[in-house]
């Protein structure tokens, strides 16, 4: 007869700024694996933190039971993993914007993987052969020997997953909760993760497997679509509170993605009457690259590209995880050093011609998971948006009524104008990605460039980010590239292609 592990009943936290909507009613039991599902913002990171106990409850209303493991505590048993695209750790405050790019920085600073899963294997136990033939077993398992030498920074987002997924599995956890595990993976990538979550679901305790314990795998998740074969068992979170367990089949049956144009017909015309601001140039080009090459070490990332874009043409620029596709938009927008050795031409102006990175920057607007990361103050979510009007990332000046006004406007379009005085550190994952998004449209850009745009956001969200793309992109002279690991995320208006390979 199946137990349950975890247990809530009428939980309200001892925080009231940390309590859910109504009393939380919540049961994991030994024998399933869950996907806790719901739009962002919906309190689906509240109710895991207070799984995890991070947000304690009022007397005894979460009961643990891990008799069958060799510590009763949900500290010893309990693993929670967030996919955040981190280089450092999780609170990292040094990373910067452009750290990622600077070759100095990767030199002096950045820890290889090896010596990052070293630290994880030694703080999560003893040092004993057992314990050195399970690391070399779940090495194999994920493919990790040819990365130990690599550095951190250098990683791509599918090796940056596998390496978190190690460092938690060194500790043997009863429960694995696991943030949105497939954002920014190519389809390779999270069909092999998938497969690899599968198997940490399916281990039975044999010591000559990969996985020596038997492992309860969580999925927090915005999309149905993203909820794999092996999770029987969904819990939603809708406006704070914890709703009934249903079975996965029945929950996606009943969660069909929109496939209707969801933003409304007045802000899309007023999106289109924005005033037209002159162009920068009267090139007919808004990027030439010509013989550009970008090496690391003993590893190449982009080899002898020639590449046009033509004003008014949209992009969609696709590739695997690791084939470049970051790097070469920062080439673009000055964060990488090397873009100064490079023939580079933006608006039909060579780079190093005499122009700032300001100068550059000014007619660019810009989101991408590296951006996502650098901003990590508790700051008002509107002056975050303000700082896309000067190109500040962790810099924010006082803003104008003018300018207070242009971010509330695009903060409306994208339905977090109610979250302008909200520090940004308290949005979800999702709401944070919308008012990053916002932030690259302020400055009403000649040059749109989007970088994984719709990371995290519910099926909802995705769909409205669409149509404001789409809507932006009909005004005259108005330049877009976009990067998605996700055919359907592409808005109808692309033009152009362009794939990359990845070098090995």
């Known amino acids: ?188 990538t999270r069909n092999n993760l998938a497969q690899l979550l599968e198997e940490i679901a399916h281990a039975s305790g044999n010591p000559q497997e990969a996985y020596a314990t038997k492992c309860q795998v969580v999925l927090v998740l915005s999309r149905p679509e993203e909820i794999p074969q092996f999770v029987g068992t969904v819990v939603e979170v809708d406006n704070m509170t914890v709703g009934e367990r249903q079975k996965r089949d029945t929950y996606i049956y009943n969660n069909v993605a929109p496939s209707e144009a969801i933003l409304p017909d007045d802000k899309r015309q007023q999106i289109i009457k924005l005033p037209t601001q002159a162009s920068t140039a009267d090139s007919k080009e808004v990027v030439r690259m010509t013989d550009v090459s970008i090496r690391y070490g003993n590893h190449t990332i982009l080899s002898s590209l020639n590449w046009v874009v033509g004003k008014g043409e949209r992009w969609a620029l696709s590739g695997q995880n690791g084939a470049g596709k970051s790097t070469l938009l920062s080439l673009i927008c000055a964060d990488n050093p090397q873009a100064y050795a490079c023939d580079i031409a933006l608006f039909g102006r060579s780079r190093g011609s005499g122009e700032t990175i300001w100068q550059i920057k000014k007619h660019i607007g810009y989101v991408s998971p590296e951006m996502h990361r650098s901003y990590n103050r508790p700051i008002p979510t509107v002056k975050v948006v303000a700082s896309g009007l000067t190109d500040s990332v962790g810099l924010y000046v006082r803003t104008t009524d003018d300018d207070r006004q242009k971010c509330l406007f695009w903060m409306d379009i994208f339905g977090i104008k109610d979250k302008a005085d909200t520090l940004f550190t308290e949005l979800s994952s999702g709401e944070q990605r919308l008012a990053l998004l916002a932030r690259a449209f302020v400055k009403d850009p000649e040059l749109l460039i989007l970088d994984e745009p719709l990371h995290g956001l519910d099926n909802f969200n995705r769909q409205l980010a669409k149509d404001v793309i789409t809507t932006f992109c009909q005004r005259p002279d108005k330049t877009l590239i976009m990067v998605t690991h996700y055919e359907e995320e592409l808005p109808p208006i692309i033009t152009n292609r362009l794939h990359l390979l990845r070098h090995e």
């Open 1 to 188: 007869m199946t137990r349950p592990i975890i247990q809530i009943s009428g939980g309200i936290c001892k925080m009231p700024r940390w309590r859910m909507r109504k009393p939380v009613d919540f049961t994991l039991f030994d024998d399933e694996h869950m996907a806790i599902v719901g739009r962002n913002g919906s309190g689906k990171s509240m109710l895991v933190d207070i799984l995890t106990g991070r947000h304690p409850l009022l007397a005894d209303q979460i009961a643990y039971d891990f008799s069958d493991c060799d510590s009763p505590l949900a500290s010893d048993n309990i693993r929670y993993i967030a996919f955040r695209d981190t280089y450092g750790g999780d609170n990292d405050r040094t990373y910067f914007l452009q750290q990622r790019w600077n070759q100095m920085e990767i030199d002096a600073e950045t820890p290889t993987t090896g010596e990052k899963l070293e630290e994880a294997f030694l703080l999560a136990g003893s040092d004993s052969p057992e314990r050195r033939r399970q690391q070399q077993r779940l090495y194999d398992r994920f493919g990790m020997q040819q990365l130990l030498d690599k550095k951190m920074i250098l990683l791509s987002s599918g090796e940056l997953r596998k390496l978190k997924l190690l460092s938690a599995l060194f500790a043997t956890p009863r429960v694995l909760i696991i943030d949105n595990p497939f954002i920014g993976l190519d389809s390779d």
